[in-house]
């Protein structure tokens, strides 16, 4: 009996109708279109603006556009994992309220935490899964409603992040495609330079820190992003080494889009073409959890089956990692 690898076999996805652009930006903080293309690569980012619905709206809407697009039976889901860095709520689960909302009646469901990492990980732990044997129908979706912990008066992190979710669906294959290696670490000392503080148990919501601010997302710029290049480019670079490919061998780099000069420097480390560098982060900015399926679903299209593709990933924490997968199928 030949070995069972992990596969994507199909792609969803969401984003909010609203638009938050530069433009609009200019009128809520001292920046300009210019600084923030410059320094980013971010032209808009979508919002979603109605509310009471957080991040599980999100991941409900990008799981029922993949099970429309695929015609499965949702009753046929046996996990779903909601990778996600901005939660509904605390103590009740994001995922199993996903799940149930979309008739994934039959499925376990859990919350997958890693800020920025959080869909990189997630792979891990859905192919693991169908790698047991046990399990043919894990869905994994990457889902984050940033803007619920954003400060629109701070220019340093109001300009980078988005809302949206995007949704893909793990099966066993029998050729040998999907997931193939990977390259995880973390480093816990990171995470003074990247967080939102109040709200959780070592800092619980208090009047006061809420009047402050403090349970808004913090971002030491320079600290994140010499790390974010560093770290994303080694992992990208090792993962290559070990498994013996060139970059003439890589179909496309599929990299957690914060911010385009950090891409464009993992691109380089490698010597990798442009052209086969996987990027939308201008029209969406950084969705966190979400940036690796939406760049699956807007690249769906030009994906052929057998193409072999890198994840790179960095978040807050820190974490970070790459994963090698080839592509199941031709769209």
Request: hydrophobic letters at 40%; charged letters at 20%; glycine letters at 8%.
């Amino acid at each position: 009996m030949s070995k069972i690898t992990a596969a994507i076999t199909g792609v969803g996805a969401y984003l909010p109708e609203y638009r938050l652009t530069n433009k609009i930006l200019e009128s809520m903080v001292d920046t300009n279109d210019e600084w923030i293309t410059t320094r980013t690569g971010i032209k808009e980012r979508r919002i979603l603006k109605e509310d009471g619905k957080g991040t599980s709206y999100l991941a409900i809407k990008a799981a029922q556009d993949l099970i429309n697009k695929k015609g499965i039976d949702p009753k046929d889901i046996e996990l779903v994992i909601v990778a996600t860095a901005t939660p509904d709520m605390k103590a009740a689960s994001t995922a199993a309220f996903t799940a149930t909302n979309i008739g994934a009646t039959n499925a376990f469901s859990f919350d997958l935490e890693a800020a920025c990492s959080s869909f990189l990980f997630g792979m891990s732990v859905a192919a693991r899964y169908i790698e047991s044997g046990k399990y043919k129908n894990v869905l994994l979706i990457g889902a984050d409603k940033n803007s619920s912990m954003i400060n629109y008066k701070d220019r340093a992190t109001c300009i980078i992040f988005g809302d949206g979710a995007g949704a893909v669906l793990f099966e066993p294959n029998q050729e040998g495609l999907g997931l193939q290696d990977e390259l995880l670490r973390s480093n816990g000392e990171g995470r003074e330079f990247l967080h939102a503080q109040y709200g959780g148990s070592s800092y619980p919501s208090t009047p006061e820190a809420i009047a402050e601010g403090k349970h808004f997302v913090f971002q030491e710029g320079k600290t994140v992003f010499k790390n974010a290049v560093f770290n994303m480019a080694d992992v990208t670079e090792r993962i290559l080494e070990r498994n013996n490919l060139t970059n003439d061998d890589i179909s496309w780099l599929a990299a957690h889009q914060a911010n385009k000069r950090i891409i464009e420097a993992t691109a380089n480390r490698v010597s990798l073409d442009p052209a086969k560098v996987m990027m939308n982060i201008h029209k969406y900015g950084n969705t966190t959890s979400a940036t690796l399926p939406l760049l699956l679903h807007d690249y769906e299209s030009q994906l052929k089956k057998g193409d072999k593709i890198i994840f790179a990933a960095f978040g807050g924490g820190f974490t970070w990692g790459s994963i090698y997968l080839t592509w199941a199928y031709n769209s």
